[in-house]
């Protein structure tokens, strides 16, 4: 579903307009379908209920704790990275026992935090980490659930940045290595080796690498059944792309079940996903509006309201968003660099884009629902953006635009 259609030529988000939105909350302003967000869970939900699955929606896609009540609701566990994620999740109502733990540097202070909290299982991504649970695990005397994270040196075909499982990233431990820590995990009364675990990047739109990792995955599973060690879960991380142009193909749910099926036929293992962007990426979008147009050296320049430090993904990843007017008029287009404020040649939000529009204009980013207000900063102390979850005609505010006050409330100058 596309909660995001023009009526009247204007642009609605559900059954509200975005222009009362930019009028009622202001801009920039994040704005995230409810209805989107439900329909792509239960899309996840229904494509894997072959199995006994946990969906462990990727908290870093968006935080925001009305979409992380709105999935707890909906049955989801999660997949954090921080332990600031973690008093998220159990502030927006989450349940502890449906969290795993991932991330290649967790802290002592947060290993200690989540084996109080009861998260189901840690992500372990080095021997060295494993060291460390064992023995945080021992002086607390809380044994904890454990799965390493494998990283299966596949290439996902993806933006550099944002593709984990090749062997020369930092993610997750070889397939070989995974073999002796299982060994050391059994060796250990405080350390139970629950599941396995892998993830090989973000905004995959091809199968083939998942099948390539799943195979190597499996033939661990298979192979430390042999040896004795009898796993609950498989963990197959995240990482399914989303479309962002008309022209994407990209696997559905549906698809992706697909490919793990004959993985997963005939053995009593649970299922465990951890996608991000897939639920929540097209269920959002951002607004801003026209400050300035501008002619400079025969280029032309929407400048907006919205920069980089409120969303980073086109100056990162040099990501494609969709970019459209949110009265839609009839007149001449003009290609135009839709771009900031912020004083950085890369706070560019898209080149080239065909719009008709004035000083005033309100415009949308599209499919800005995952890693956008997440990545927001204060660069060029800008207050971050306020966001708004829709439910069908109402709106909801479920984060304040920041405040001056809030910008260096906790800055001193020295006497
Ligand atoms: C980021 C991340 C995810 C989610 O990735 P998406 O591409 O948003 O689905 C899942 N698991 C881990 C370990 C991650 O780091």
Not at 287 to 305: H, I, M, P, Q, T
């Amino acid at each position: 579903m596309n909660p995001f259609v023009y009526r009247d030529n204007l642009l609605h988000a559900e059954k509200v307009s975005c222009a009362e939105l930019a009028e009622a909350y202001g801009t920039p302003c994040y704005v995230y379908s409810k209805a989107a967000i439900q329909d792509r869970y239960h899309a996840f939900a229904d494509a894997l209920q072959g199995w006994p699955t946990k969906i462990c929606y990727s908290v870093k896609a968006n935080s925001s704790l009305a979409v992380l009540n709105l999935l707890a609701q909906l049955g989801a566990g999660f997949d954090i990275v921080s332990a600031g994620e973690l008093e998220r999740v159990v502030r927006a109502g989450g349940d502890a026992g449906k969290i795993v733990f991932s991330g290649v540097a967790k802290r002592a202070d947060e290993i200690r935090r989540a084996l109080l909290a009861g998260i189901y299982c840690f992500n372990i991504e080095s021997r060295a980490e494993l060291e460390r649970m064992e023995s945080i695990a021992r002086e607390m005397d809380i044994p904890a659930n454990v799965s390493l994270r494998v990283n299966p040196d596949v290439d996902p075909n993806t933006h550099p940045y944002i593709s984990t499982g090749l062997k020369e990233n930092k993610f997750g431990v070889s397939i070989e290595q995974a073999r002796e820590l299982y060994r050391q995990v059994a060796d250990s009364r405080y350390l139970h080796a629950t599941g396995v675990d892998c993830h090989i990047g973000s905004q995959l739109l091809d199968l083939a690498p998942f099948q390539f990792c799943f195979e190597k995955i499996f033939e661990l599973v298979d192979w430390l059944d042999e040896q004795g060690v009898r796993l609950q879960h498989v963990d197959v991380g995240g990482g399914l792309g989303i479309p962002y142009a008309h022209a994407d193909q990209v696997p559905d749910p549906v698809q992706y079940a697909r490919v793990i099926a004959p993985f997963m036929q005939g053995r009593q293992l649970e299922l465990v996903v951890e996608p991000g962007r897939a639920i929540v990426g097209n269920a959002g979008l951002l607004l801003c509006r026209v400050e300035y147009l501008k002619n400079s050296a025969g280029r032309n320049f929407a400048l907006v309201d919205a920069a980089m430090n409120d969303f980073l993904r086109p100056s990162l990843y040099s990501a494609w968003h969709q970019i459209s007017a949110v009265h839609r008029e009839d007149g001449d287009e003009v290609l135009y660099d839709v771009a900031g404020p912020v004083c950085e040649s890369a706070d560019l939000l898209g080149c080239q884009r065909s719009l008709c529009i004035r000083e005033g204009s309100l415009l949308a980013i599209h499919d800005a629902g995952a890693y956008g207000f997440v990545m927001a900063s204060n660069y060029n102390s800008r207050m971050r953006p306020a966001e708004v979850l829709v439910d069908g005609e109402q709106a909801w505010l479920v984060r304040k635009r920041e405040s001056i006050e809030q910008l260096f409330a906790d800055e001193v100058i020295p006497d």
